[in-house]
């Protein structure tokens, strides 16, 4: 899917290709050759000493040509791709102030290996960027300190500066790391931002529509202009779609917005098909799980298939039934259900067979189960802890809870990173509801949104 | 319509012997206590008072050719239709709750063409996905109340806005206690 979203956003990868050999032979004999060059035993892997993480040096890239558009994109890179890698915690760096006095290479003929040696570096970065016709070509190459070997390199051609970094760190984390990074996810989520008034009503209401970040809070675009209210974004697996509830026919439906043909679709419509929310999809992206009150009574589970076709009801009880998140399976959906009077999660078959589980046992009221992804088994989830909410987590095996927020503010409608190493969420910590990430560990709490309210965030796969 | 009369037995006799089926949620030492508040709405349950409470509102002092007059925003803008409050995360109707709906079924029965949109809103402290459900849930109980009274199921339409447009933007019960209401909208005269 992040192949996709990569050519939607325009990077064109093509002449790229991984040289993970020896640099080629055109090296000026300036270089002095690496001291231990034994071609057949190339350590592709960056170690760090005694099994702590490798040491990172990324200096900012050099820019071949000197123009300021290819300055700023060499210098954008290396501090982006500085802060996707530390993202993930599977590096530890060399201080930026600290990189800052080591002198600049200009290409990959002086790299001063030595320097970076003695501050400690395992690994070293170094990339170029140069002007081409319509954009940049980028040479990153991660070399082994040590010994001076290329343990990863690829060139890329694109316009994007922080794709480029983006791209790098996925890699990286991938090669390196046997990690699945997220620095090409996206968030999606719900704000006010725009401040447009409600129509249709006398009272001062304002609009929400659907926005979109990347996973680091760049590039804020919105994709809805309802001018109504549109709320619980949902991404859909593949990333080129985005399942909400909006109110613009008036009842709220399911809509589906797909983003980069710039279509919209009804997964919900008609007469006499209630209200509808809160739609999931399934793993597949094939079908849509939501809330409805369409046959009376409180809302139930539904699930149709995308183009609306192949209704079936999930659950038949006069309680509520509301929130569903697919499991990592497809197999299994968890839910809200308020049959104890209070709203509390349980799980279901997907098929609607046999008698729902009860997952939370020790909270006064929880909404918004968000199944993790796998490694790991665990369903996050909004919790009421005083006078606001905060974030808990329950593993699924051995039903141990835990919490990654504590009172500041109100918490709500956690959502997981694709490698399950983060959460997003919305809080009203700093005043107004905004989107913030954090790790699973409860560690690098980060701000995503500034401006209006936000809410419901979605991270994409 | 069956199980809605049934429902709606169910609930007159909770209210007359004053029990509430929402659990209060667990006590905690942090939030303040719930303030001596003016609005009855936000009190857990109330014992039925015998004192005879000032309220009884007469239908609004508003002259009749006025509200046929109107124009629907205007309507809407003072409208005689009363909103209906609720506990915390209660759908029950409060006996001041049915006194608001006696009005509204009286005035819906004379002006017999009046179409009507019930939002179920809520306050802040629920999370804003169950929101949308209790929201529903408070405007589904409004509307089977008329409905008892005869007020034709038809002329009734439900919409849940969950917490999404609180009537009072505050943080404190004062301002829960005004957004967690059903609230009437005229969309057609």
Known sequence: MMKKLEALVAIAVLGAWVRAQPPPQQQPPAQPPPTTQQPTEIETTIRGEGGAPPRLAVPDFIAITKDKESVDTARTIGQVLWDDLNFEREFSFIPRDVIATVPAATSFNDVPFDRWRELNADGLIVGTVEKTGNGFKVDMRLYNVRTRQMAYGREYT??????????????????????????????????????????????????????IADYDGENQRRVTVGRTLNITPRWSPDGRSIAYTSYRRGPPQVFISNIFQGTLEEATKGERVGQNWLPAWSPDGQRICFGSTRDGGSSQLYVINRDGSALRRL?????????????????????????????QIYVINADGVGAPQRISTSESYADKPAWSPPPFNEISYTARTGPGNDIKVIDM?????????????????????????????????????QIFTIARDGKNLKQITKTGNNQQPDWSR | MKRMAKLLAVMSLLA?????????????????????????????????????????????????DAIASASLDDLNRNSPLKPVFF???????????????????????????????????????????????????????????????????????????????????????????????????????
């Open chain 1, 315 to 343: 659950t038949n009880d006069k309680w509520v039934s509301t929130t569903p998140t697919w499991s990592p399976s497809g197999n299994q959906i968890a839910f809200v259900s308020d049959r104890t009077g209070s709203p």
């Open chain 1, 397 to 433: 095996p051995t039903r141990v809870v835990r919490q990654l927020t504590f009172g500041e503010g109100t918490n709500e409608s956690p959502t997981w990173a694709a490698n399950g190493r983060h959460l997003a969420f919305m809080s009203t910590r700093s005043g107004k509801s």
């Open chain 2, 16 to 64: 007359a012997i004053g029990c509430h089926k929402n659990v209060p949620p667990v006590a905690r030492p942090t939030p303040p206590p719930p303030a001596p508040t003016t609005n009855p709405a936000a009190r857990p349950p109330s014992p039925p008072e015998p004192v005879a409470e000032p309220t009884i509102v007469p239908p609004e002092p508003v002259r009749e």
């Open chain 2, 87 to 189: 506990a915390l995360d209660s759908d029950e109707l409060t006996s001041d709750g049915q006194k608001s709906l006696d009005n509204n079924a009286a005035l819906l029965k004379r002006y017999s063409t009046w179409a009507v949109t019930i939002e179920g809103h809520c306050d802040e402290r629920g999370t804003a996905e169950y929101n949308l459900a209790l929201g529903e849930r408070r405007a589904v109980a409004a509307r089977a109340y008329l409905v008892s009274l005869g007020v034709p199921a038809d002329r009734l339409r439900t919409v849940s806005y969950g917490k999404e447009f609180p009537f009072d933007p505050g943080h404190d019960e004062s301002a829960y206690s005004k957004n967690r209401r059903a609230h009437f909208v005229v969309t057609a005269k």
């Open chain 1, 158 to 211: 694109g316009s994007n500066a922080r794709l480029f970094a983006h791209t790098m760190s996925d890699e990286i984390h991938q090669t390196q790391r046997a990690l699945r990074g997220v620095a090409r996810t996206k968030l999606t989520f719900a704000s006010d931002r725009d401040g447009e008034r409600m129509t249709g009503t006398v009272e001062k209401r304002e609009t929400k529509e659907i926005y």
